[in-house]
């Protein structure tokens, strides 16, 4: 399947799928093959689009699209669409990378990811919003989380035993070491002032986005400093996968300082996310993408 008007020629496959997984990865690549399906359908059904158009090194992002890297690269293609996943090529000079929307929450990056791991995908560099809980981090700061704490039910399939019995609430997962020193040190490249602060973040992942502001006490009692909804799921499955992760997060929003998703941030609160978003999480990217 060639994405419809797409000039990328497809590339072999590179130690794809079940194959460099481990037991888990092996285990629940089987269970779909008991049911008829091929790891050739894996990424046409997540992405459509055929596994081997997809590059060594993929940028995974819930919501966001690449428009905020057009002035740092030489041609953004569109190569796909379902639903509310996209698929970009991205030309970085001699460098081809895939920028993958793969949708809010858990479920929706344990699919891609898994996917990936049927794909050429030895790297994943994960981008998006997170929200401080703690006053050091505010709207605007950069987080290079160092762990993600499980608050998702996703996780708990990711197992050969039972499902029932895989409690991992308030488990650790965590990012590739190597992948996480390289983001740090490509932010420390990029310029950055007091309204920009660069954190270690201690991440809790969230399921339900309303809920959780009854239970943020809770939340941090486990040790957290941040909260999102995808990075556990995320590290867990491309550790099962046997992919590289990292991620950077911008910060969206501090409900303990007056300013939660809902109500209370400033047009200069607006102001600091927009140029994080825009032009230091581009930077740092690309940067951590020239030592990979």
């Not at 499955?237 to 911008?250: D, H, N, P, V, Y």
Request: glycine fraction near 8%; hydrophobic fraction near 40%.
């Amino acid at each position: 399947m060639t994405p419809a008007g797409s000039n990328t020629a497809p590339r072999e496959m590179a130690g794809a799928g079940a194959a460099r997984g481990g037991p888990v990865c092996r285990h629940l690549f089987a269970g779909m093959e008991r049911f008829g399906v091929k790891e050739s359908d894996i990424c046409k059904l997540a992405f459509q689009c055929d596994a081997s158009f997809i590059r060594e090194s993929v940028v995974l992002t819930p919501m966001w699209e690449p428009d905020s890297f057009l002035p740092y690269t030489d041609k953004i293609t569109p190569l796909a669409e379902f639903n509310y996943r996209k698929v970009w090529d991205v030309s970085l000079g001699d460098k081809k990378i895939s920028f993958i929307r793969t949708g809010i929450g858990a479920p929706a990056v344990c699919h891609a990811v898994f996917a990936l791991g049927a794909s050429p995908c030895s790297t994943v560099l994960f981008i998006g919003a997170a929200g401080g809980i703690v006053p050091s981090i505010q709207v605007g700061d950069l987080i290079i989380p160092e762990y993600s704490v499980c608050g998702d039910g996703s996780c708990r399939y990711i197992t050969t035993g039972s499902v029932k019995g895989n409690d991992c609430f308030g488990q650790k997962y965590y990012p590739n070491r190597e992948i996480s020193l390289t983001l740090s040190a490509a932010a420390k490249l990029v310029p950055q002032n007091e309204n920009h602060r660069l954190h270690s973040g201690k991440t809790f992942s969230v399921d339900n986005l309303f809920a959780e502001f009854a239970h943020l006490e809770e939340i941090l009692d486990l040790g957290c400093d941040t909260i999102e909804m995808e990075t556990a799921a995320l590290f867990l499955a491309a550790e099962t996968s046997g992919i590289r992760a990292g991620a950077l997060f911008s910060v969206s929003d501090n409900s303990f300082s007056g300013k939660s998703l809902y109500a209370g941030r400033t047009p200069e609160d607006e102001q600091r996310r927009s140029h994080a978003r825009y032009h230091l999480i581009p930077k740092i990217i690309l940067e951590t993408l020239k030592r990979i």
